[in-house]
């Protein structure tokens, strides 16, 4: 597996929101049928699917884990059936399974699919849910922590120690609400938002306020990867997988490598890990045309940016707050919204900035295209930001 | 609102209004025995010395069973906090507003933790904690942390 060797030809994607009568199966059916359309293929060229599971354990897992899909969407010629799961960063785990099936020759056409419906679940269901998620059910529950506690203390960690204010942590709320703006399948397409109605609402878990909190969605995506010989053969315009780079960390918040123990220098930890990308793909930060970075919480986006080398470590909230990572920006970053503005779909973050990411470099990004963009970085990460991935993909082979 | 307004407003169970303990593992009873004696209790290799938290089956540095749990002095710094007012499990509704909070120990480990007996506007990062033991059942003592009282 080498820069260039996979390609992503085709994606599908359905409206993010809550859609309480839209099931799993409805979602996975039509965004699998999409992306081979998309991608200009048939559905019998399909050899591999592979599913995320849900986050929030439901009957559609059940069905995923015993092959459900292929049989009903037409893939009559898959051999390979998977799920994959790594919480938010399942959107890099699949892909590498994707790309360790396309290597063994057993087939040049993968499926990934990605479905989503939280609006089954009570709230309450959700709350308690997202509080075990996030936490050790021994070491942090008993202490009444949720996942916005959870985002809230690291928040609070990167604000204190860099000095970031929290006009700068709602500047990048209102920048991915900017860009979801931009993006018909949003949660928050038709819904502005001010840095004074971001610090206004109601307070969460103190430094983070409502909006600065994700609001749990249902949705779907899929793609279809290929070789990159495949690739050239049946697509106008393939985007290339050219570098990657992954690092783990921790499972519980409290207990990180030591390189993610200090807050003011997280991008200690995540640098190096983009670096990698980097350096396998043969660019660097000043050939980005686009930053898509995933942190679902703003002060945490802040501290990816850091690593990226567009800003000093520290400063991105400035940066940010100057408006130079919103629409028109010199330095696009996370052009669906991501969480907070596209809608958290649990596993599917990743997926929808992932599939963001091809559009762009498709020129199929519509209103939220960034002009001329050739090459960006992204990025997934799961758990209490247990782990770090990030990818470089260009419209061509550098 | 206490358990008995919540569960009648909302409908709820006895277990949606109950908070989750601890059910320690073989390996993390004797931390759970000792908060329960007013103790602070950590897991060190007697191989390599390093401080497990949270203690594991073996050590995560050498993976040796050789193990012994040592007292911790009591003492640690704030790191991070958050102060919680909305969206709590049911459970933890009534405690609102309440802290959570990363407490590092001279020791090496860092502890997620409460912190209590203290108004919240107080919290600084890097203030001096000391801890405190909360009995929450007759089998379960949560070790929490309050600013440090000046001794002497």
Known sequence: MGKGDFAIIGTGEVPCGLYPERSEYEIAYTVARMAVKDAGIDMKDVGAVLTAAHIMGSEYNTEMFFGHLPEAIGAKNCRNVATVVAGGGSSFAIRRTAEGILASGQTDTVLVVHAQRFSQFSVNEQIKYFAHAGSNLEWEIPYGMTYNALAAMMSQAYMNYTGTTIEQVASHVVACRKWANLQPNAMFYSKTVTVEQVLKSRMVAYPLTALMCNVLADGGSAYVVTTAEKARKVCSRPVYLLGEGSDYSHRNIFNPKATFKDMTRSHEFYAPIAKRAFEEAGLGTKDMDIFEVYAAYPALALSMMDALGFVEPGKSGALVESGETSPGGKYPCTTNGEALGFGHTGTGVGFALFVESVRQLQGKAGKAQVPGARFLIENCGGGAWMDAHFSVLGNEIP | ?152
């Open chain 2, 1 to 152: 609102m206490d358990a008995k307004e919540l569960k009648e407003k909302f409908h709820l169970s006895d277990e949606d209004v109950t908070k989750p303990l601890p059910k320690p593992a073989r390996w993390s009873k004797a931390f759970w025995e000792g908060a329960k004696q007013r103790r602070l209790l950590l897991k060190k290799c007697k191989d390599c010395g390093h401080v497990d938290h949270p203690p594991y089956l073996y050590c995560t540095e050498c993976q040796s069973d050789n193990s012994q749990w040592v007292e911790a002095s009591g003492k640690a710094t704030l790191y991070a906090f958050a102060i919680n007012e909305y969206g709590v499990p049911f459970a933890f509704m009534p405690d609102l507003p309440y802290v959570t909070a990363l407490v590092d120990l001279p020791e090496g480990p860092r502890m997620l933790s409460s912190i209590v007996e203290c108004d919240p506007k107080e919290l600084k990062n890097g203030m001096e904690l000391e801890v405190v033991f909360e009995d929450v059942s007759a089998e379960i003592t949560l070790p929490k942390w309050r600013p440090a009282r000046k001794s002497g």
